[in-house]
């Protein structure tokens, strides 16, 4: 099992930045792959990105591709998501995901029910 914690979030400008961070704890961080997906107020969960158990292969939903930037650091059994050129419609919590890997294909990477771990969320919110 492993637990996940969100920081980083907050109120920002849009055109600003911010870099959310996912502490695990539990077992070995690298043999989970990673996601970060986000859920605005009368929305639906949206994948935002993933990394593979190493970190050489990332992924991303439509919407931040070229914006956002998913990196692990597995020393330190952290991930972070870099959000750069943040829009208002991008306002909304911010979880962090782990599934046990490594696991065949790469689509289900953009899919939460395929997650087992979730953290308890981190508010976003760009004004415009």
């Known amino acids: 099992q492993v637990q996940l914690v969100e920081s980083g979030g907050g109120l920002v400008q849009a055109g600003g930045s911010l870099r959310l961070s996912c502490a695990a704890s539990g077992r070995t961080f690298s043999s989970y792959a990673m996601g970060w997906f986000r859920q605005a107020p009368g929305k639906e969960r949206e994948f935002v990105a993933a990394?593979?158990?190493?970190?050489?292969?990332?992924y991303y939903g439509d919407s931040v591709k070229g914006r956002f930037t998913i990196s692990r650091d597995n020393a330190k059994s952290t991930v972070y998501l870099q959000m750069t050129s943040l829009k208002p419609e991008d306002t909304a919590v911010y979880y962090c995901a782990a599934e046990p890997g490594p696991k065949y294909g790469s689509t289900w990477y953009g899919m939460g029910e395929e997650y087992r771990y979730w953290g308890q969320g981190t508010q976003v919110t760009v004004s415009s």
């Open positions: 990394i593979t158990l190493s970190g050489v292969s990332t």
